[in-house]
């Protein structure tokens, strides 16, 4: 092999490194913004289960109240 297609062979291995580094740094920041995004998820979720229960709450005492009149 002559001195420039090793050279050129050094700078693709160069640039194949690099993207893999690129590539493991945005996946790590996709694992964390998926984990953030299902912490959130899971919280939103758990408030509209405390709100549905309340609004239903609220609706049998109108309900029970009505009855009463």
């Known amino acids: 092999?002559?001195?420039?297609?090793?050279q050129l062979l050094e700078a693709k291995i160069d640039a194949l490194i690099e993207t893999c580094k690129n590539l493991a740094d945005e996946n790590e920041y996709l694992r964390n913004q998926e984990a953030n995004l299902m912490s959130k998820h899971s919280a939103l979720l758990e408030k509209h289960t405390l709100a549905r229960t309340r609004i239903e709450a609220m609706i049998t005492r109108l309900k029970s109240m009505e009855a009463n009149t």
């Not at 092999?1 to 090793?6: A, P, T, V």
């Open 1 to 6: 092999m002559e001195n420039s297609e090793l």
